[in-house]
Nanobody, 115 residues
Framework: VQLVESGGGLVQPGGSLRLSCLAS????????MRWYRQAPGKERELVAS????????DYAESVKGRFTISRDNAKNTVYLQMNSLKPEDTAKYYC?????????WGQGTQVTVSS
């Protein structure tokens, strides 16, 4: 299993970014995918999740209405569209899945929101 995130960067408050996570090594379309984030000195927190068929999504309260998780099963890719970014969204963002009872994480992509 391999998860490779991309799309992070430096953005001003109020700006937008779209993160991508390319998955391989498992049947992507059959598994729930998640985005987590971890800020310095804080625990890793779940940001958003999407079921295998994309029939259901869930979000942390802190990002509801601003972030949208989606997936393209034909491209083995999950996305996180982040709008109206705030300085408190600054963190390293990680893609996650649980495959055969094992948690898998990508290497993360840094998002910094600052003026």
């Amino acid at each position: 299993v391999q998860l490779v995130e991309s799309g992070g960067g430096l953005v001003q408050p109020g700006g937008s970014l779209r993160l991508s996570c390319l998955a391989s090594g498992f049947t992507f379309s059959s598994y729930t995918m998640r985005w987590y984030r971890q800020a310095p000195g804080k625990e890793r927190e779940l940001v958003a999740s999407i079921t295998s068929s994309a029939g259901s999504t869930d979000y942390a309260e802190s990002v509801k209405g601003r972030f949208t998780i989606s997936r393209d099963n034909a491209k083995n890719t999950v996305y996180l569209q982040m709008n109206s970014l705030k300085p408190e969204d600054t963190a390293k963002y990680y893609c996650h899945t649980k495959y055969r009872w094992t948690n898998y994480w990508g290497q993360g992509t840094q998002v910094t929101v600052s003026s």
